[in-house]
């Protein structure tokens, strides 16, 4: 038999594969290189063998967590915890097949996380990016529930154990994940063993049915750092490795006109179909709501019709998350009585008012008449148009930094009442 077997799979035309001695790349390149075919077809690496050059803490700037440079390998010192101890990329990915060696000392743990967000308001990484779960299950210190083991969808999608084809502890093992434009695949030593679509019907019930039932943003994500972490064992990782994909563009209806699936509503305030038509309504509490779409939108152009049918402060929201309970956190399109600058861009937290519409376009709105919205959203700028005369154009380097939700908003105050239709956009 030969030390490294060839395995040809799909039709990425991957090649990955599986040594019974020693574990090398594919294409028995020195660990921590690229071949020139690697290089011509985009692959490029992520750790270079030698330093810690393009990894960080988590939700910091530099590198202070448990990890160092040991023969080649990065690995985690095992002094983490639950809490401390994870380290990302610098750089964001959204579509990609990520590759790396891993090795685990007996009873090891440890994990890859992807689409990984840093914000203020999260503590730890998984509660937004899925993880490759790496553990020595069959000697670990405890017993293990079956989404817990090695190689599963952390919490959400098992593998087929008949495909789960491990080396023990102590030896080198391949992994990779394939993330395009939400198809989601899991390899181990060149055998796939997971495979499934994320946001559907499926994906959503197991969210919100197990143990990121109160994580309202996980795995929402589009893009994000990849994450290590170390969980208390010196786990080892080498040919770290990423090939992007391409991003593809498709057109969605946010409202279906039926019912409001899709969409998740906080706080007390009133939403409802009827006729056809999306209203939202003051509560008794008088106090401010939000519908959000359960899905991530982050690049897009969307087109909204709005009538005013009582006091019609209100909004669209872009790039927004849930930060806890009612508030809703990001970045408001206006929509709002005359003179009160629909079209307008507000942040919900922090500076206020980011560009308000010139005085001369508050007769735009027609009030008690429908109106159309449209907002165009591409990195790090805003346009947005009303009745189809032009609004504003913001660039704004924190919008370009976030991602999230769309979300439609109910003032506080009371006598609100708003009705919308034809919500949809085209992703660009």
């Known amino acids: 038999m030969k030390s490294v077997v060839g395995k040809l799979i799909d039709a990425k035309v991957l090649v990955f594969c599986v040594s019974t001695l020693l574990f090398f790349s594919c294409s028995g390149n020195k660990p921590n290189t690229l071949s020139p075919e690697e290089i011509a077809e985009g692959w490029e690496l992520l750790f270079d063998g030698e330093t810690l050059n393009g990894w960080k803490d988590y939700n910091g700037t530099s590198l202070t967590q448990p990890w160092h440079v040991v023969d080649g390998c990065i690995q985690a010192k095992g002094e983490g915890s639950d809490e401390s101890g994870y380290i990302v990329t610098n750089r964001q990915f959204e579509n990609f097949i990520l590759s790396w060696d891993f090795k685990l000392q ?66 080198w093992n391949n992994a990779q994940i394939v993330f395009d ?81 899709g969409w998740e509503a906080y706080g007390t305030e009133l939403w409802y179909v009827k006729d056809g038509l999306l209203y939202c309504e003051s509560g008794p509490d008088k106090a401010y709501g939000y519908l959000a779409t359960r899905a991530y939108y982050d690049d897009y152009d969307l087109s909204v019709e709005f009538k005013q049918e009582a006091d019609g402060n209100s909004g669209v929201f872009i790039r927004s998350f849930i930060e806890e309970g009612v508030k809703v956190n990001g970045w408001q399109v206006e929509v709002a009585p005359k003179n009160h600058d629909t079209g307008g861009i507000y942040e919900s937290y922090g500076r206020g008012w980011l560009v308000q519409i010139p005085e001369e376009k508050e007769e735009i709105l027609k009030e008690g008449d429908w109106n159309t919205l449209r907002i165009r959203v591409q990195g790090d700028n805003v346009k947005t148009w009303l009745n189809g005369e032009a609004m504003v154009d913001l660039t704004d380097a924190k919008i370009g930094a976030g991602q999230g939700r769309i979300a439609l908003q109910i003032h506080d105050g009371g006598g609100i009442k708003v009705a919308w239709r034809n919500l949809k956009l085209k992703t660009l």
């Open 106 to 171: 007996k009873g090891g743990n440890s994990g890859m996380l992807y689409h990984v967000v840093e914000r203020p308001q999260y503590a730890v990484p998984y509660v937004t990016g899925p993880e490759y779960q790496l553990i020595d299950d069959v000697n670990f210190e405890s017993a293990l529930e079956p989404w817990q083991k090695m190689g599963v969808d952390y919490a959400m999608y098992l593998p087929d154990l008949s495909n789960v084809k491990v080396n023990p502890y102590g030896e």
């Open 181 to 261: 434009n939400g198809h989601v695949e899991f390899w181990m030593n060149g055998v796939k063993t997971i495979d499934y679509e994320a946001w559907t019907e499926d994906w959503f019930a197991r969210k919100n049915s197990g143990k990121w039932a109160d994580a309202p943003e996980y795995g929402l994500a589009h893009k994000g750092v990849f994450c290590l972490q170390d969980h208390g064992y010196p786990a080892s990782f080498r040919n770290i490795k990423v090939k992007e994909l391409p991003r593809q563009s498709k057109e969605v209806t946010l409202f279906n006109d039926k019912d409001l699936s």
